[in-house]
């Protein structure tokens, strides 16, 4: 793997070089992980932050009925932990269990700290990615209040299509994850039953289509038009592999 050509692809390190990169990179470690694998769960001590270079990872909470509650799910150019890494208490809040064989770059928060004040364009997009975070958990908390169903099913819809989305000739995104009904169901806070008719729906309407764990968005401009949410930008690319080519 070309660490400084992955770490390059990554929101937070987008606007350097790869000369300037190199040096984060040296300091970087490689770790490979099996299906079902965890990168860290709660309460484990929060003292790095990981790239995902391939693979995928799901990020989980459960609560004290043991009940499981999906909030993220990251493909490859995703940055990962710098809430829990740069928190005063240091320490994990979150799971992330591997749902792909995924291979992952390691970078100590310490040295990670160093480089991005000695790199203030770096210093300015941990800052913005930490800023995003906040704000989304905000609005997540708003929408579970405030939104229906259908409402919080396009928004995560238009999310995932933006995040994890490739786009074929006919202008159709299809999202490129593995998730079930029950795991979307998960992230927008409601039943899978509830879930699955909005999806019909949706797919009645022709802005999505369904083909087992894969799910085809047909037309994006029309399902963001259905969607109650602004301003996810920052967040989109803390979770988005960059072309850096």
Do not use: W
Not at 6 to 33: C, E, M, P, W
Not at 48 to 74: K, P
Not at 151 to 164: C, D, E, G, Y
């Amino acid at each position: 793997m070309d660490v400084t050509r992955t770490l390059l692809g990554t929101y937070l390190f987008q606007d350097l070089n790869a000369a300037q990169v190199d040096a984060i990179a040296a300091r970087a470690s490689v770790k490979h992980f099996a299906r079902g694998d965890h990168v860290f769960r709660d309460g484990d001590p929060a003292n790095e932050i990981y790239i995902l270079a391939s693979g995928q990872i799901r990020e989980y909470t459960v609560d004290q009925y043991g009940n499981e509650y999906v909030s993220e799910l990251f493909s490859p150019g995703a940055v990962i932990g710098e809430p829990g890494a740069f928190s005063r208490e240091r320490t994990r809040v979150v799971n992330e269990v591997v749902i792909a064989r995924s291979e992952v770059i390691r970078i100590p928060r310490d040295d990670l700290l160093q480089f991005v004040i000695a790199h203030p364009p770096a210093l300015v997009r941990l800052l913005e990615g930490l800023a995003s975070e906040a704000r989304v958990a905000i609005r997540d908390v708003a929408s579970l209040q405030h939104e229906d169903v259908r409402a919080r099913v396009v928004r995560r819809l238009v999310v995932l299509a933006q995040t994890h989305g490739l786009k074929d000739e006919s202008g159709a995104i299809q999202i490129d994850l593995r998730f079930t009904q029950s795991e979307l169901a998960s992230m927008v806070g409601c039943t899978r039953e509830n879930v699955n008719r909005v999806i019909a729906t949706l797919c009645d309407e022709q802005l999505v289509q369904v083909d087992g764990r894969r799910m085809l968005v047909i037309d994006l401009s029309r399902l963001q038009r259905d969607r109650t949410e602004q301003g996810d930008g920052m967040l989109l690319r803390r979770n988005r592999r960059i072309d850096s080519s």
